[in-house]
């Protein structure tokens, strides 16, 4: 049972455009929500993430929206550059889990020159 | 910086045969993961540990043990290999600070 949604599964954008990859989740107890980016040949790296008491964090072209009440958050990349072109994966994390992350199926950003 | 070493980048194996993947961290975390990643799947927690010798099931443990014998190791055993766990297998250590670090992953090929 997949406990966090994430679509869409592939996202094509131009340079200079804004990439919007949306998640939704289920369970209520999550209290963590971290966005990682991964390259080829590389393991998924934190790239920021988020706690439910804050409906918005920003962190230089990268900003995380939250809506605590839809159970839902989304990653906003401004300016796309073709190197943020990477997998991108949301996840969350609740204190009864433990430090176990519970990710969606992941988006393939693809930004054009 | 943390570093999470998985000891192949590509395996190739055959079906039926014992698998090791191997995964040292070098922080001193308590916590290390073992996931696959498919397609369409995203990551998927096969097996986890919070401390030597202690392992949790994840999501999809059917046909996976594991073994943690020293704190920066955890291996990751499939006992008969099946061409349906040809994926990439990523291993994961984590604190509270510092969260997850991921190892490059190896890609496990069973023909």
């Known amino acids: 049972q997949q406990q966090v949604k994430q679509s869409p599964q592939s996202l094509i954008v131009q340079k200079g455009g804004i990439s919007i990859i949306n998640c939704a989740y289920e369970?209520?107890?999550?209290?963590?929500f971290p966005w990682y980016q991964q390259f080829p040949g590389k393991g998924p790296a934190l790239l920021i993430a988020?706690?439910?008491?804050?409906s918005e964090k920003k962190e230089g072209r990268f900003t995380i929206s939250f809506n605590k009440s839809a159970k839902q958050f989304s990653l906003h990349i401004m300016d796309s550059q073709p190197g943020d072109s990477a997998t991108y994966f949301c996840?969350?994390?609740?204190?009864?889990?433990?430090?176990?992350?519970?990710f969606g199926e992941g988006t393939q950003l693809t930004v054009n020159p | 910086d943390v570093k999470v070493t998985q000891s192949s980048r590509y395996l190739v194996k055959r079906t039926g045969e014992k698998v090791f993947l191997e995964c040292v961290q070098d922080?001193?975390?308590?916590?290390m993961f073992w996931y696959r990643q498919d397609p369409g799947l995203g990551l998927r927690l096969i097996y986890f540990?919070?401390?030597?010798?202690?392992?949790e099931k994840g999501d999809i443990p059917e046909g996976y043990s594991v073994s943690r014998e020293k704190k920066e190791r955890f291996s990751l055993i499939l006992e008969s290999a099946s061409t349906n766990q040809t994926s990439m297998y990523l291993c994961?250590?984590?604190?509270?600070?510092?969260?997850?670090?991921f190892g490059s992953g190896t890609r496990l090929t069973v023909v």
């Open positions: 996840a969350a994390k609740g204190a009864k889990g433990g430090s176990r992350l519970t």
């Open positions: 994961a250590s984590s604190s509270e600070i510092y969260g997850y670090t």
């Open positions: 922080m001193d975390h308590e916590n």
């Open positions: 369970n209520t107890a999550f209290d963590y």
């Open positions: 988020i706690r439910p008491d804050v």
């Open positions: 540990s919070y401390d030597v010798k202690m392992k």
